[in-house]
């Protein structure tokens, strides 16, 4: 079975049969392909197995680029480029550079971790969003899982799914078309139709 076309989806009501749920499927040895809830839940990450993020990694690096630019800047116009003695002090007056190298340190953390974000959650420009169940920003908690990842078959992970409590459990399948949908078309779409209707049916 083609992966990334073929799910079930798990609906739950509770966050805490979530977790209990997240805990047993895992254990029967499923793969879930991800969790989309309406609001943050503490610890689902840890559960699912995610490894610690890189993110802060990336903020110190980005960090550390924005500040020691700040400072060449700064240095190279002040003390090489265009030197200027003002209030007899030395050209190069590290004291005075601290404001612009904090705010050019923040701006590029800034900026980098914004990009990052978006380019490690897909959220790239004209990208049409996949849903697999719109009560996921409501007051669903929706557990998607990838037939095409798992050597368990439908039918076993449909009874795993109902054995971890959810309250539906269904199909849902995406065409080459749906994988590649038109971003232009689903906001034509999300105009004219409104936010109940999509090209993508909820299964």
């Known amino acids: 079975m083609e992966k990334n076309k073929h799910f079930l989806v798990g609906i739950f009501e509770d966050q805490d049969e979530l977790m209990h749920a997240v805990e047993h499927i895992r254990h029967e040895g499923v793969k879930i392909h991800e969790v989309y809830t309406p609001y943050p839940i503490h610890g689902l990450e ?3 197995g995610y490894k610690r993020s890189y993110m802060p990694r990336a903020a110190f690096l980005f960090g550390l680029t924005g500040g020691s630019l700040a400072l060449t800047l700064e240095t190279w116009t002040m003390a090489f480029n265009w030197p200027m003695i003002i209030g007899g002090k030395s050209h190069w007056a590290f004291p005075d550079f601290v404001p612009v190298t904090f705010e050019g340190t923040v701006l590029i953390a800034a900026f980098g971790m914004v990009g990052t974000f978006l380019v490690e959650s897909a959220l790239h420009p004209l990208k049409a969003p ?14 998607a899982i990838d037939l095409g990842n798992n050597s368990l078959n439908e039918d076993q992970i449909k009874a795993v799914l109902k054995d971890a ?3 539906e459990v269904y199909r849902k399948d995406f065409t080459d078309e749906d994988n590649k949908e038109s971003f232009v078309k689903y906001l034509v779409d999300l105009f004219t139709k409104g936010v109940t209707s999509s090209s993508r049916k909820l299964g």
């Open 46 to 48: 840890h559960a699912l």
């Open 130 to 143: 996949r849903l697999f169940d719109r009560r996921a920003t409501d007051d669903k908690l929706v557990m």
């Open 165 to 167: 409590h959810a309250k």
